[in-house]
């Protein structure tokens, strides 16, 4: 969390080029901007990195690891007021207590032990996160996720069993791959599952990801510039 990366890259020019490209791409598939949400990712990056994207208004913003969360964000919270923090790296069961305290958004809910973890935390603190269920889409051993052939079983337990608020699902495709038939078949999933939302799309390819129907784009690099080394994705 140094402050030595991209000195130059300056995080609100950065935001405001991707708000103008996040507007583009919505105007010509003829979505409204406002239906999508922009996801800042801040992971990696320190606070005095975060602050100015904050100061320019900017409220949402995503971070991959429950410790760092919990390191940067309480302390930003006392300083502006409505910030919404998603999670979009795995999370462990062991951590869930502590995730459902620093995070408003579950975007990586990828096993049913964590559903029911994520369910039993929720009811204990009664306090019911949005979540996202995150489908592998490229059935990609390596990768978390549901696969894509037991998506639907598995939206069913989240929602009709264990009564999770399920906003959506949630993709990262293959980085080798056209992200648009990932981001097509994860349109196709959560619409014959009756969810509204979908989180995907990235720095790469977040104009491609709205015109496919994305609701939430992830951005880190085209906003607060590269990361430093200490990045896992
Ligand atoms: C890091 C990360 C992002 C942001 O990636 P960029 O290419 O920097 O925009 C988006 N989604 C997930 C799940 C990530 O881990």
Known sequence: M???TSPVFDPVQGLISVKNQLQSAAASVGRSPDDVNL?????????DRIRPVLAAGHKVFGENRVQEAEQKWPHLRDEYADITLHLIGPLQTNKVKQAVAVFDVIETLDREKLARALAKEFTRVNKH???F????TGAEPQKAGIDP???DAFVALCRDELKLDVRGL???PPIDEEPALHFALLAKIAKRNGLNGLSMGMSSDFETAIEFGATHVRVGTAIFGSRPKADQV
Do not use: F, Y
Request: a negative charge.
């Open 129 to 131: 996160l949005p979540v």
């Open 133 to 136: 269920i995150q489908i592998n």
């Open 39 to 47: 996801v800042a990712v801040s992971k990696v990056h320190g606070v």
């Open 149 to 151: 052939h037991e998506a």
């Open 2 to 4: 140094s402050e030595t």
């Open 170 to 172: 949630m993709c990262i």
